[in-house]
């Protein structure tokens, strides 16, 4: 599998470590920057290129996820789902390594340098990486609003529920 790193000055610690670790696991990692510290850099810029190239490979069908780095993680977060066909997932623990494979099928997590250990991320990055989608039916159904939404802009119909045809419907 391909693993696409992109982070900030925030992150490129954690990044650079998971080069290595990453390697040693079997992954090819693909260093998307930046390279050197900079306090000033810009995290969309190395971020959406790692998020681009998850996006183009799945679409290839290759086997590619990413990782996106920075100080909380949101930025980057944020700057990964722009990219049509990412649906990056904020991680911040085991669980929600877990829960962001499984019922979402997240391509691209993002993680916070400053908010754990190297030891903590490199354990979130690895059950991202090793979790497979669930394939639920309810799962695929709301990936494919999503993804259905991001094409053509539409929402999607509202449940009987929400326009009052709902069980909560008392009658009164």
């Not at 993680?111 to 090793?130: K, P, Y």
Request: negative net charge; aromatic residues 6%.
């Amino acid at each position: 599998m391909r693993v696409h790193l992109g982070s900030d000055h925030a992150g490129l610690e954690l990044k650079d470590h998971l080069l290595n670790w990453l390697a040693d696991h079997g992954y090819e990692a693909v260093d998307h920057g930046p390279f050197v510290f900079d306090a000033v850099d810009d995290y969309p810029v190395f971020c959406l290129r790692a998020a681009e190239a998850v996006a183009a490979e799945q679409a290839e069908g290759a086997d590619s996820l990413g990782v996106v780095i920075g100080g909380s993680g949101n930025g980057e977060q944020m700057a990964a789902n722009k990219v049509i066909g990412v649906r990056a997932a904020l991680v911040w623990s085991e669980a929600t390594a877990t829960l962001a494979r499984e019922h979402n099928d997240a391509n691209v997590i993002s993680v916070g340098g400053r908010q754990h250990s190297l030891e903590d991320m490199t354990r979130f990055v690895e059950v991202f990486l090793s979790t497979p989608f669930s394939d639920e039916e309810r799962h695929v159904r709301r990936i494919a609003q999503m993804g259905d939404y991001e094409v053509t802009r539409e929402l999607p119909p509202l449940p009987a529920s929400a326009l009052g045809g709902g069980s909560s419907d008392t009658g009164a």
